[in-house]
């Protein structure tokens, strides 16, 4: 049983932050924001785990206010998969700060530090908007909160009515910390602000019914979604493992074409993974030995139709798993090209009069695979 009179609390591990010191032109320093996040915490080890999922490598760090030192870590990501706490996971207050220490603690009405009357005009306040974001980062192995602090007035508004909907669960709830940029005008002059955002993985109704928390399997992310929060070159393989479906294998197709990290390896490897979940094989290449055989009998390509006098082609049944595996055959031949997922689908559309290729027959997906293939297709 627990020590009624004493408060209880999680480790903090570190610092997310939205901003950092950088030097002027007369020697001084400002402060500047940042698109990415960045980490600080005085251990060494858990920020190596950091780095290693986000990017972005760990250095030295001492404090401007003077204080301890510690250590930072500039990662490449703006949108992180954690585990948020049902309760006090954001908080906020008017503070104001004398070097490190804080003079005023005020909800607006009363100065809790000295148990007075608030001290500021309402209209021109000395004190500063004060939001505190508290989360656990799923994927670094270390037990214990960050924090992040932002002094915007976006984040004051935003994050603590989430809060309030996230206390409805009553456990941990898997969620995404990100950050996302703001414009207001500001003394007639537009200003950006960077906004850090808490969402969800599961819907409104389930919050506020508590039926998933953060504990629950399907509330960790996994599958292709987790490349859009790392840096450097994705683990293919490790994903291609942990996906359920060929069309999950077919994201991380694109995934690789957008990031110009497509190869013949990696092709083979996630044609080799899609074939294990259901999608067709690739058959040997035309005049090419067949297995266990002499050279395969060419097997001509199915006539491309054409649209009649409306626009219209001809029905045809499509096997999906054939066409998925074509598809996936473009792809692999596209990213040697530089050619995103896109560019191959308003090239496709251009030489078959606006269709899409997912409304594509099989020989049409082919024609356009040999025409990529010869060079043909820009």
């Known amino acids: 049983m627990p020590i009624i009179d004493l408060q209880r609390r999680m480790r903090q591990l570190g610092e997310i932050r939205l901003g950092h010191v950088v030097p002027t032109a007369n020697g001084k320093t400002r402060p500047a924001k940042l698109d990415k996040f960045r980490f600080t915490s005085p251990s060494r080890e858990i920020l190596t785990a950091v780095a290693e999922l986000y990017g972005g490598e760990v250095k030295p760090w001492t404090p401007a206010n003077g204080g301890p030192a510690e250590f930072e870590v500039y990662s490449q990501a703006n949108r992180l998969p954690v585990l948020i706490p049902p309760r006090d996971a954001v908080s906020q207050w008017y503070e104001l700060y004398a070097g490190s220490k804080c003079q005023r603690r005020c909800d607006g009405v009363t100065e809790h530090k000295s148990d007075r009357p608030c001290l500021c005009d309402p209209e021109n306040r000395d004190c500063a908007i004060t939001t505190r974001v508290n989360v656990m980062l799923r994927d670094v192995p270390a037990l214990g909160q960050w924090l992040l602090v932002s002094k915007g007035y976006h984040a004051a508004v935003t994050l603590p009515p989430a809060a309030e909907l996230l206390a409805q669960a009553g456990g941990y709830v898997a969620g995404w910390l990100g950050v996302e940029e703001k414009t207001a005008i500001v003394k007639d002059k537009p200003a950006r602000f960077m906004v850090p955002t808490l969402d969800v993985e599961i819907t409104p109704a389930a919050l506020m019914a508590g039926q998933i928390t953060g504990g629950a399997p399907q509330a960790v992310a996994s599958g ?155």
């Open 224 to 378: 292709p979604e987790r490349v859009a929060i790392t840096s450097g070159r994705p683990d293919y393989a490790a994903l291609a493992a942990e996906a359920k479906t060929p069309a999950e294998v077919r994201a991380l197709y694109e995934q690789a074409v957008e990031r110009g990290e497509m190869d013949k390896a990696l092709a083979d490897m996630l044609t080799a993974r899609a074939a294990v979940l259901g999608a067709a094989v690739k058959k040997p290449d035309e005049g090419q030995p067949a297995p266990g055989g002499s050279a395969a009998e060419p097997t001509p390509s199915a006539p491309v139709s054409a649209p009649d006098a409306e626009g219209v082609y001809e029905a045809e049944l499509v096997d999906p798993a054939a066409a998925q595996d074509v598809w996936f055959q473009i792809i692999a031949a596209a990213g040697p090209r530089g050619m995103t997922t896109e560019q191959v689908e308003t090239a496709f559309a251009q030489r078959h009069g606006g269709l899409h290729p997912s409304s594509a027959s099989v020989g049409q997906l082919e024609a356009f695979l040999a025409a990529l293939k010869a060079g043909d297709v820009q």
